[in-house]
Each structure stands twice: as structure tokens, then as C-alpha cells.
């Protein structure tokens, strides 16, 4: 594209530094390279501990919870047997008991010796329906934790979970060699540590320290590693840097010069030039239920359609539109055709929803109200057919008066989805403070969803989070058939991605959605002529044996 003359002057100022002092350029590239790849992998070590942890108290309130919903509450032989049942299926779970006022065990199992043992602290008047603490017990680094539940009868059920839960050490070779871990409970409570180095000695500036919070409980999982760990990565890479910086610096500087030949004003004239013959067109890609088959709507997606006829993914153009300002014309064109492209296919199916991407930038002033209620007005698309998607990839810059556009949107009947959900900035504070109706579940946990325990368990707790707030959920990026039965068994109904098609022009699309509607109502008289046979069936069965 002729638009990267920026692109350009970064390649050459690059070039001239590689150019005038190679070496040390190219040792600070690499050691900065290091250090952020060693903040990462540490910041995934820690998210790892902090997610495991979470799983584990979680799992466990959820089943004490449940057996005080069932009523086992005692120590009867009955509700022994129930507790006995609970630790062969739950393999995280060491023993479960009953302890009173002054925490001591009233009963546990496996039986134990409960000769004035206090696994609890005393009650509290005010104290919490869940407590959390460590036993003496551990295993690699690793310390058994008790997790109570208050019965509001002076007693509290408790489960112990094991050691082995939370005694795990990822991260690449380089780094464990040389990190400590630490994950740590409330107030400074050591639960995990591993690992022998020691920064007390240290000069801090050659540390790399990173601290991961949990958003549910009071938990801090802390990694520590000296910079030079972090070098190791890099030390093959400065010996061959250093003898090819010269050529390098060349090759960029040529790159750049055959990339941009056109200053940038005239690419940004070639921008506007393209937005105003209507060069940016949507492209439709469908949302489905994945239970009944039938179209649910479609989300649409801008595609750059070149006087040449290619076709330019917004991969290549998003992000200039984005920071050029641009993309508020284009949004307003995309809305303006989608109406009328579509509207008469929405006008008969009032149900079909359609679904716009918005950017922060669109959350700092009230215009993109304005736009929706001009252009979806008189349309045959209602408001209450429109959602508008916001991503969590880019933070909102004032997420006071993006709540306040939302709600006037959900006023006018507009739905607000969340997309992007767990990769981006917002995480829980978009959810709760937003306002939003549907979150979108991201492709790279969909990828996953099959093979990975921790894509699983997030999928699920993204259902269970929008079932319990009374929001919709939609999953992103479908690509197999077998992540459709794995969703269906999590709870979800409505996806998206090229398992059911790739994004479309208007025509292809209103074809798509006669056809699906055509092979649904096809299922359905199917179904109904099996039932009606089966019920007949039964009748004459029923008539025969009556005779007899």
C-alpha cells in the first residue's frame, strides 16, 4: 500500500542507527527483546498458578455450597458416605469434614485422628461464608489447602484440597533454572513456592520481578528471575546480528524506499479518494444456532474492493483508518449500505440480528447515536435488530461516558455485545461496568476448546458467567465440527466462522440465509413426519392390544 511512508521513515532511521553503531544497537534490540519475552513467559507463569489456584477454590466452594444445599451437614454415617463419594470425584480434593465454633474437626474423611486438632480459625460474628487457609502438609513447594463453608450453626463444612493441585512449574527451561515462584494467599500466606534464587542480595535494577492478581480471590502469584537469565535466549542471536547488521541495514533501507515512493499526503488523498467511491464495502459473515441450524443473523466486516477488483482484508487498512480518523465515515458508509443491501431480507425476518463493530474512538462523543438512529430510522431494519460490538483489544479511554452511550443505545433497543472477551484490557470491569448483553467468546479459546483443559474451563466459566448476569453468548472463529458438540455440551447455541461460511457479499449472503431457511423448515417437517409416524405407531399398537 502507498500509505506506509511512516513504515518508510522507521525503516530508515532503523537503518542509520544499525548503520552507525551496529553493535551496541543491536545488543539493546535483543536485550530489550529478552527481558519483554521474559516478562511474558513470567506473566504466563504466574497467570498459570493464579488460574490453577482459582480453579481449585472454586471447584471446592462450588461443592461445599452444594452439599449445604443438600442438606449433608453432619457427621451421620450417611452424610460420611456423601462426603466419601465427593473426594473420589472430585481427585483434587484430599478429605472433607465438619468443624465447630472453634475449628476444631468434628469428623473428617478419610478418618483421621481428631484429638484437638484446629484446622480453623475461630468463628467470627462477621466473618466470611468462605475461608481459605494452609495446612502443614505439602508436597514440591506446594502446601495443602483448607477451604471452609459456614453453615450459619456454629459449624462449617471444610474440604482440604491437595498439594499436587497447585504444584506445577511451567515456563521455558531458560527461565526455571534461574526464577523463584511464589503464590501467596491473603495476607502474605505462602500456599507455593519453588525454585532457590534469592534477589535479597541483589541490585534490583538486575531483577526481573512480575506480580499476577487474581480478580476472584485474594491471591498474588510472584515470579523473580535475575536480567541475565533472560539473556540466554539471545546469546546465539548477537554473534550472528553482529556480523550481518551492515547488510541489514541496507536491506531495510532498499525495502523501504521500494514500499514507499509517494509522500503521505498523497496515500491519505488516495484514502479519502477510496471511502468516497465507496471502495470500502461489508461483507456479511452469517451467526447460526447450533442447535436448530436456522440463521441468527451476521455480523459485517469490511472489506477494501480495489478499482481492480482485489479484494483487501482489514488486516492491511484497519488500523490506519483507526488512527487517521477515518474509520468514522466508514462505519457510517458501512451502516448506510448494509440498509439497504439487506434491509428487505431483515424487514422479513424481524429476528435476524445484525451486528456492527465499533472502536474506542467511537465511545468518546454521542455521534455514533446520531448516525445509528439517521441511518437505521426509516429503515427496515429496526433497532432492536442492530447489536454493536466493542472490543476489549483496545481500552476505552473514558469508561464513564462509554456507559453512558451505551444505555442510550440500549434505549433506543440496540444490543451491546462484547467482543474479543479475555484477550484484551477490560477483562471483568467491561463486563460490570459496560452494561453489555452478549459476550463473544474469542477464536484462540475456540481453537483449543477440544484439547486444552484450560480453554475448556475458561469457555465454561465465560457461559456460566453470562448465564448467571442474563447475557447472550456467542462463539467466534468455528472451524470444526467437533467444537460445535463440545460447545453444545458447555451451554452454548449461537457461533460463527467458516465451518458455516466464510464472510460473503450481500447477494451470496441473502442466498445463504433463503437456503438455510429452506433446509430448517425441511428438518422440521422431517421431524414432524417421524413423531406423527411414531405417535400413529404407538396408537395401533395400542389398538391391537386392546383387541387382544
Not at 542509520?16 to 519475552?37: G, H, S
Request: proline letters at 4%.
Amino acid at each position: 500500500m502507498s500509505f506506509r511512508y511512516v513504515g518508510f521513515v522507521k525503516t530508515v532511521l532503523i537503518a542509520l542507527a544499525l548503520a552507525t553503531a551496529p553493535l551496541f544497537a543491536i545488543n539493546v534490540i535483543l536485550n530489550q527483546y529478552a527481558e519483554r519475552r521474559a516478562v511474558v513467559e513470567m506473566e504466563a507463569m504466574g497467570n498459570v498458578a493464579i488460574h490453577r489456584a482459582e480453579e481449585a477454590i472454586s471447584t471446592t466452594v462450588s461443592l461445599l455450597q452444594r452439599l449445604d444445599r443438600d442438606d449433608v451437614q453432619t457427621c451421620s454415617a450417611e452424610d460420611r458416605g456423601i462426603y466419601e463419594k465427593q473426594i473420589v470425584e472430585h481427585g483434587m480434593i484430599d478429605a472433607i469434614g465438619l468443624a465447630d465454633a472453634a475449628g476444631q474437626r468434628m469428623c473428617i474423611i478419610p478418618d483421621r485422628d481428631l484429638a484437638g486438632k484446629v484446622v480453623l480459625p475461630p468463628m467470627r460474628e462477621d466473618g466470611p461464608l468462605v475461608g481459605i487457609g494452609m495446612l502443614d502438609r505439602n508436597y514440591l513447594g506446594a502446601r495443602a489447602a483448607v477451604i471452609s463453608w459456614d453453615l450459619k450453626d456454629q459449624t462449617r463444612l471444610f474440604a482440604e484440597v491437595t498439594p499436587a493441585v497447585i504444584a506445577i512449574d511451567p515456563g521455558p527451561e531458560y527461565l526455571r533454572s534461574y526464577r523463584r515462584a511464589e503464590l501467596r494467599l491473603g495476607n502474605n500466606l505462602l500456599w507455593y513456592s519453588i525454585g532457590g534464587y534469592n534477589s535479597e542480595a541483589t541490585d534490583p535494577s538486575q531483577i526481573l520481578s512480575v506480580e499476577v492478581s487474581s480478580q476472584l480471590y485474594p491471591l498474588v502469584a510472584t515470579i523473580t528471575a535475575p536480567i541475565s537469565a533472560a539473556g540466554n535466549v539471545v546469546q546465539d542471536l548477537k554473534v550472528v546480528a553482529a556480523a550481518a547488521c551492515a547488510g541489514i541495514a541496507l536491506l531495510f533501507v532498499a525495502i523501504g524506499v521500494w514500499l514507499s515512493w509517494r509522500p503521505e499526503r498523497e496515500a491519505d488523498d488516495e484514502f479519502i479518494a477510496a471511502i468516497r467511491n465507496g471502495e470500502f464495502i461489508p461483507y456479511y459473515q452469517p451467526v447460526m444456532d447450533i442447535e436448530s441450524g436456522r440463521l441468527r443473523g451476521c455480523e459485517i466486516l469490511m472489506r477494501w474492493r480495489r478499482p481492480n477488483g482485489m479484494i483487501v482484508s482489514p488486516g492491511q487498512f484497519m488500523a490506519y483508518a483507526e488512527n487517521n480518523g477515518h474509520i468514522f465515515d466508514m462505519t457510517r458508509h458501512m451502516m448506510r449500505v448494509s440498509s439497504e443491501e439487506i434491509g428487505d431480507l431483515y424487514g422479513d425476518n424481524p429476528d435476524l440480528k445484525l451486528s456492527i463493530n465499533l472502536f474506542a474512538g467511537h465511545f468518546l462523543d454521542r455521534e455514533i447515536i446520531s448516525d445509528i438512529r439517521s441511518i437505521f430510522e426509516k429503515s427496515r431494519i429496526s433497532f432492536q435488530q442492530i447489536v454493536v460490538e466493542v472490543t476489549e483489544r483496545h481500552p476505552l479511554e473514558d469508561m464513564e461516558l462509554a456507559r453512558k452511550i451505551i444505555a442510550e443505545l440500549q434505549a433506543l433497543g440496540v444490543r451491546v455485545a462484547l467482543d474479543d472477551v479475555g484477550t484484551g484490557h477490560g477483562g471483568m470491569a467491561y463486563l460490570q461496568k459496560l452494561g453489555v448483553d452478549i459476550i463473544k467468546i474469542d477464536k484462540m479459546f475456540i481453537d483449543t476448546i477440544g484439547s486444552d483443559d484450560n480453554s475448556t474451563t475458561i469457555v465454561d466459566s465465560m457461559v456460566e458467567l453470562a448465564d448467571n448476569l442474563g447475557m447472550g453468548i456467542i462463539a467466534e472463529g468455528v472451524e470444526m465440527e467437533e467444537q460445535i458438540d463440545r460447545l453444545l455440551e458447555l451451554g452454548v447455541t449461537a457461533a460463527q466462522g467458516y465451518f458455516f461460511a466464510a464472510p460473503m457479499p450481500a447477494d451470496e449472503f441473502i442466498a445463504f440465509a433463503e437456503r438455510t431457511d429452506e433446509e430448517a423448515n425441511e428438518r422440521s417437517r422431517l421431524a414432524a413426519e417421524a413423531a406423527a409416524a411414531e405417535q400413529a405407531a404407538n396408537e395401533a399398537a395400542m389398538r391391537k392390544n386392546a383387541a387382544a
